[in-house]
């Protein structure tokens, strides 16, 4: 089972930027890479998602071009890279490994199969 610690979240302005950092304890380089968020009272949803090389992603609507998911296998590393950022981007982020190998750009829950523990971004406006 790998572990998965996300790392970057924090406060921030709004218009602000942040890069989030998911380190595996194992390697992921055979598997698709994805972020969701949880907002207060809210379901988690699903915000990025990237394939074993690289070679594919899959963001939500609200993405709108403002984040960029990338991986970096040597190091077993994803990050998500978040640049105007609004209010309601406060969430906790979430990293998730795809519960198979021959996932390209899952993005529903039950495809991923290791989850982080999240790290806080609070956007204050």
């Known amino acids: 089972q790998v572990q998965l610690v996300e790392s970057g979240g924090g406060l921030v302005q709004a218009g602000g930027s942040l890069r989030l950092s998911c380190k595996a304890s194992?390697?992921?380089?055979?598997?698709?890479m994805g972020w969701f968020r949880q907002a207060p009272g809210k379901e988690r949803e699903f915000v990025a998602s990237?394939?074993?090389?690289?070679?594919?992603?899959a963001y939500a609507d609200f993405v709108e071009g403002r984040f960029t998911v990338s991986r970096d296998n040597a190091k077993n590393t994803v990050f998500l890279q978040m640049d105007k950022l609004k209010s309601e981007d406060t969430a906790v982020y979430f990293c998730?490994?795809?519960?198979?190998?021959?996932?390209?750009?899952?993005?529903?829950?039950?495809?991923?199969?290791?989850w982080g523990q999240g790290t806080q971004v609070t956007v204050s406006s």
């Open positions: 194992a390697d992921i380089s055979m598997w698709a």
């Open positions: 990237l394939s074993r090389r690289s070679g594919r992603v």
């Open positions: 998730a490994r795809a519960r198979l190998t021959s996932y390209l750009t899952p993005r529903a829950q039950n495809e991923f199969g290791s």
